[in-house]
């Protein structure tokens, strides 16, 4: 079987083979930009690893893999835009390096591509694997969608956040793992238990996301902390100081939800960061982790193969409860 490190290096090795050689530079230019950024490449490395728990023959879908990853990264660049974010990965957003409209295009651009590459799917698990690809792709809109009407929002429950999260988070780490299965021929209950598996480790990798954009190292993060709490997003941190908060903090959170000056960005973050060490929601949202990768060795538990097989990703799920970026 191949190793994480393995499949990552076969996926970065093929996204350095894509060819740009398209009129015009401008449209095609940011898509260059955007993928040689880097990242952690897990969801295309998971496609390969869910392959391989059934065949050897990994290359056969890593034009899916690659598909995966395009698709991120596409939902990355107009994330960026709407949220306004001036740096991704340590360096400029593709709206604040190029403007607004060539993110909303070159965007456009790297979705059509995606499904070119998705399309290259073996012959015989096609049909399922765009409609996993096509209700994700909805799902990811959906989850999208929500974020943003929360920010408008003081009243949000943890219940609705993590639907949220699993809509614009989980929801691709799971297909991502279904996909792979499901092209290597793996039957529906292993392919749902592995989309289970997918899901609740997404679950534990957004809130740990929200955890590192409040306390993480900005050096080591890659963009700049803080960040939510400048958008006023309903995170699992705000909405539990929100509901945990006494009455004089809570009445200066919904003080800092209102403050939308420039000038009082870094005030904003310590202020409202100092609310949650006040309230221990650091701990709070490891505990959530905890359950949720509990509730994803479960899953992958219920696999028909011996768990030796399933070792690799058991040991991914653990590095991604302990990453800093």
Excluded at 79 to 97: I, Q
Excluded at 108 to 117: E, G, R, T
Excluded at 128 to 140: N, P
Excluded at 182 to 208: H, S, T, W
Aim: with cysteine; glycine share 6%.
């Amino acid at each position: 079987m191949i190793t994480f490190r393995e499949a990552l290096n076969k996926i970065n090795g093929e996204i350095e083979k894509i060819s740009y050689n398209c009129q015009p530079a401008e449209l095609y230019d940011p898509i260059r930009y955007t993928l040689s950024l880097g990242g952690k490449r897990i969801r295309p490395a998971l496609v390969l690893l869910a392959y391989n728990l059934y065949k050897d023959d990994v290359d056969k879908v890593i034009p899916v893999a690659l598909g995966w990853e395009i698709f991120h990264n596409f939902t990355l660049l107009h994330d960026d835009l709407m949220d306004k974010a001036v740096v991704r990965r340590g360096k400029a957003t593709v709206h604040r390096k190029w403007n607004d409209n060539t993110a909303i295009l070159s965007g456009d651009a790297m979705l059509i591509l995606a499904y070119k590459y998705i399309a290259q799917s073996p012959a015989s698990s096609l049909k399922d694997i765009l409609d996993i690809f096509g209700t994700t792709a909805s799902e990811i809109c959906g989850g999208q969608q929500y974020d943003m009407h929360f920010e408008d929002r003081t009243d949000v429950s943890e219940a609705e956040y993590l639907e949220m999260i699993r809509l614009k988070t989980a929801v691709m780490l799971g297909a991502c793992l279904k996909t792979g299965a499901v092209a290597a021929g793996a039957n529906r209950e292993d392919a749902n238990n592995i989309y289970d598996f997918g899901i609740n480790i997404g679950l534990a990798f957004q809130v740990k996301d929200d955890l590192l954009d409040v306390f993480g190292d900005p050096e080591i993060f890659g963009k700049k902390v803080g960040g939510d709490i400048l958008c006023n997003k309903k995170t699992f941190l705000l909405i539990n100081a929100l509901n945990k908060a006494t009455e004089n903090d809570r009445r200066e959170l919904l003080h800092w939800l209102s403050v939308v000056d420039p000038d009082r960005n870094e005030q904003k973050i310590q202020s409202v960061t100092e609310i949650y060490n006040k309230l221990n929601l650091k701990v709070l949202s490891e505990q959530k982790m905890q359950y949720f990768f509990e509730k994803s060795v479960i899953s992958l538990k219920l696999l028909n193969m011996p768990d030796e097989r399933t070792e690799i990703l058991y040991q991914l799920a653990i590095s991604l409860m302990k990453r800093d970026t």
